[in-house]
């Protein structure tokens, strides 16, 4: 059993280890490993189309991250006050939306906008007075993030309910009960409370949607995010440039995922 | 404020009640948490409902502080009536019964939590010499700066009545506080509670399932059963007049004799027990004649003697509690009852032995015929 789990384990994180080892790589092949240097990292990043890339993942990634707490805590918390045969939906709903494949993701989200934007963008045209040109709605940046906001919502959903449903419910009463209004409660009480989960379910959002390939490769339109960039430089062939930007995906995604674990762990640290 | 005399406070006329309920229900879907509830609360009493689990004392509570509305009814607070208003406007505050503190707060800002609510602001330093003054009464200075979880569950406890009282609310709703106490630390907080509100002046209603605990601080008792009131009397007319069997065993302990009223005359009835014996006992409310009843009896009031007149019983069992010696004894037709033997009545006979025959008799006083529910 043990020797089984090593082997699932070696198969997992070897390529991995393989891709961070020869990102250090001297030689310019990937067969080969010919001494330590850090050369393509510099060539990474001093690759314009890398740094376009880039630029365009981290805009996105924390846009979407943004929108997608924001959202996500206000919906958690007024689903506390559904109950019943609605609530049950909602449950169902949003853990559906969390195990769905990300390719049905992007295809359904391809097809709903650009039906909406066939309806929309004759009504726009018409709209518009003689003469000038009309806005033209279309795949981009708007869309990704759109897309990435609703599936990344349901995340952020799961995890701010679970601390509240750690919550006492007497808390609230106990704030009211001392004059608190409504809002200061929430204020005072329910969001400091609460607050660790949310930037628990931000920074994982944020890695998230910065690893994304599958949605964005449907709905970026003209857009190139990193994983996107990198897609499209592999079939050109593995270099250890690629090696070298996995790797720094790598370390930044582990690096937030690390942080929210922390953060969900002190936030679950209850008083006794 | 002066306490003196308000013992009778609510028949005094003119008097305000701090608060009161009037013909007040709630219902959660089918569940009758609360029916028909009548009662008013005077200006600096002490009152305690009291009653089993689930009886309807917690809603009854949370109708006070605003977290329910009531379904029927009236609830109403200095002589208006609150049904609509929020918690959070109300004069009122509460000790939950996990105290609910702020985890995320120090001790010094759970206390002023409330004071720093007020509209238009209070000045910091005003705030902070409050929460100090508070500190003080519930024996905490120098706890301020702590956080919550360093803090023991007496300790919490204190902090939960501070953060109350700092605000001077005109009802302190105190939910089961003493629960999650052990014994000791219990005995000490009833004592400390007490004198807090003998030292305040504000009105106390406390919730407790604890007839001890009810028993030993309230000036008004208010008994609950399945969501109404049965009885509402200071202690000590509660233990000496219940109007019920409910109630008497509720208060104290009882033996309960079942049997028919044979004659009555509304204010003494006589009795005949299931072994044909006939009883005389006073009665707390007119019951006529036929009507099936039980006569009450406190062990105390049981006299157990070798020789003389009363109930031929065996001894089952003896426990000594030091300045009294409880016995169980078993009379062949009515069961097992208990009797309470003080030490100085048992210099001339006893002590008595487990298989003694003995004879228990009472004075007719002592027995209540009340009714059987
Ligand atoms: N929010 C609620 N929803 C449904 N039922 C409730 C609610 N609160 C109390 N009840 C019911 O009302 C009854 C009285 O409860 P409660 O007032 O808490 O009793 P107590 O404090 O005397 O133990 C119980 O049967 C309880 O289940
Ligand atoms: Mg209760």
């Keep these: 059993m043990r020797m089984y789990a090593t082997c699932v384990y070696l198969f997992l994180y070897i390529p991995i280890g393989v891709i961070a080892l020869f990102s250090f790589n001297a030689g310019r092949h990937a067969s080969q490993l010919q001494g330590f240097s850090t050369k393509w990292y510099g060539k990474a990043l001093g690759n314009p189309f890398v740094m376009d890339a880039l630029q365009t993942s981290l805009l996105v990634a924390f846009t979407s991250a943004l929108l997608a707490s924001l959202f996500g805590t206000m919906a958690a918390l007024a689903l506390q006050g559904v109950r019943g045969p609605v609530r049950t939906v909602f449950d169902m709903l949003i853990y559906v939306a969390v195990m769905i494949p990300g390719i049905v993701i992007g295809i359904a989200t391809l097809i709903g906008l650009v039906t909406l934007f066939d309806q929309l963008n004759p009504m726009l045209a018409a709209l518009w007075p003689e003469g000038a040109q009309a806005p033209r709605l279309s795949m981009g940046l708007g869309s990704l993030i759109a897309a990435h906001t609703m599936f990344l919502m349901a995340l952020v959903i799961i995890i701010v309910r679970a601390r509240l449903a750690g919550m006492d419910r007497a808390l609230t009463e106990a704030s009211s009960d001392l004059y608190a209004t409504p809002f200061g409660t929430f204020r005072q009480v329910t969001l400091p409370m609460i607050f660790p989960a949310v930037l628990a379910g931000f920074l994982l959002s944020f890695t998230f949607s910065f690893d994304d390939f599958i949605i964005a490769f449907f709905v970026a339109g003209s857009e190139t995010t990193l994983p996107i960039y990198v897609f499209s430089s592999i079939r050109r062939g593995v270099t250890p440039e690629i090696n070298a930007i996995g790797t720094m995906v790598l370390g930044v995604s582990l690096i937030l995922l690390v942080a929210a674990q922390v953060l969900l762990r002190r936030g679950e640290r209850k008083p006794k | ?373």
């Design chain 2, 1 to 373: 404020m002066d306490k003196v005399g308000y013992g009778g406070a609510l028949s005094k006329t003119g008097q305000t009640p701090i608060a009161e309920f009037r013909a007040v229900s709630k219902r959660f879907g089918d569940v009758v948490a609360a029916s028909d509830l009548n009662l008013a609360i005077a200006e600096g009493e002490f009152l305690s409902f009291l009653g089993p689990s689930g009886c309807g004392k917690t809603t009854a509570l949370r109708m006070l502080a605003g977290f329910e509305a009531p379904s029927d009814g009236e609830v109403l607070l200095d002589g208006e009536v609150v049904n609509g208003i929020e918690a959070h406007q109300r004069p009122v505050n509460m000790v939950f019964q996990h105290y609910a503190l702020f985890p995320h707060m120090t001790v010094a800002q759970n206390i002023g939590y409330g004071l720093r609510q007020r509209r238009p602001r209070l000045p910091k330093a005003e705030i902070a010499q409050k929460v100090g003054k508070a500190l003080d009464i519930v024996r905490l200075d120098g706890f301020a700066d702590r956080r919550i979880w360093e803090m023991s569950g007496g300790q919490q406890q204190r902090v939960a009545l501070a953060r109350a009282i700092v605000n001077e609310p005109k009802l302190l709703l105190l939910d089961e506080p003493m629960a999650a106490l052990d014994r000791k630390l219990r005995k000490e907080m009833q004592i400390e509670l007490q004198n807090l509100q003998r030292q305040l002046g504000i009105t106390f209603v406390l919730v407790t399932h604890d007839q001890e605990e009810a028993l030993s601080m309230s000036d008004r008792i208010c008994i609950m059963r399945d969501g109404r009131i049965v009885q509402i009397g200071s202690p000590r007319e509660l233990y000496d007049h219940p109007q019920s069997r409910y109630v008497a065993g509720f208060v104290g302990s009882s033996n309960f004799f079942d049997g028919t009223v044979v004659t009555a005359n509304g204010v003494s009835a006589s009795v005949r027990l299931a072994n044909g014996d006939v009883l005389e006992g006073s009665m707390a409310t007119d019951l006529p004649v036929g009507h099936g009843v039980c006569i009450s009896v406190r062990p105390e009031q049981v006299a157990l003697a070798r020789e003389g007149e009363g109930l031929p019983v065996t001894v089952q069992n003896r426990i000594f509690l030091g300045e009294h010696t409880e016995y169980l004894v078993k009379h062949q037709e009515l069961g097992e009852f208990l009797a309470l033997s003080p030490r100085q009545s048992e210099l001339a006979d006893g002590p008595f032995e487990t298989g003694d025959i003995l004879l228990a008799s009472w004075d007719a006083s002592a027995a209540l015929v009340l009714e059987r529910n």
